[in-house]
């Protein structure tokens, strides 16, 4: 490795690691989420903050089994998904390539959750700059 890719490592981390300083802050700033994880359509992770989720695997995993089928419906592309369990639910929200995931109480409001996408959209599109940007 010459000194350019060196640079342009240390340069990605520092923007990741932005990345998830600016979900830590949308986490603190709403009451009841306890974590947000974005993959891409393939459910491999890019980005995370927040508590960690032990079944975090799992829930792409569910996440993926459930939209095929949902697809056949004909009803267009899958925007939001919830999923409401005991003690947590999950929203997630399809933002073309990535896919939003956020763990929250079960008293969290759905609408809040819902409107995540949209002000999660600059840092979804810093990220995609910083993943197209990885040799």
Do not use: C
Request: without cysteine; charged residues 15%.
């Amino acid at each position: 490795m010459n000194l350019f890719h060196y640079s342009f490592l240390i340069n990605s981390y520092s923007k990741m690691v932005e990345v998830g300083r600016s979900l830590q802050e949308i986490i603190t700033s709403t009451p009841g989420i306890s974590s947000i994880f974005i993959t891409d359509r393939d459910g491999v992770p890019i980005a995370s903050s927040g508590t960690e989720t032990r079944s975090r695997q799992a829930l792409v995993q569910s996440y993926q089994m459930t939209m095929e089928p949902a697809s056949k419906l004909d009803m267009g592309p899958q925007k939001y998904a919830f999923f409401y369990y005991d003690q947590r639910q999950v929203a997630v929200i399809t933002v073309h390539p990535m896919v939003i995931f956020i763990v929250a109480s079960p008293d969290t409001n759905s609408g809040v959750l819902m409107s995540m996408g949209e002000r999660m959209e600059p840092l979804l599109q810093q990220l995609e700059k910083i993943i197209g940007d990885l040799p």
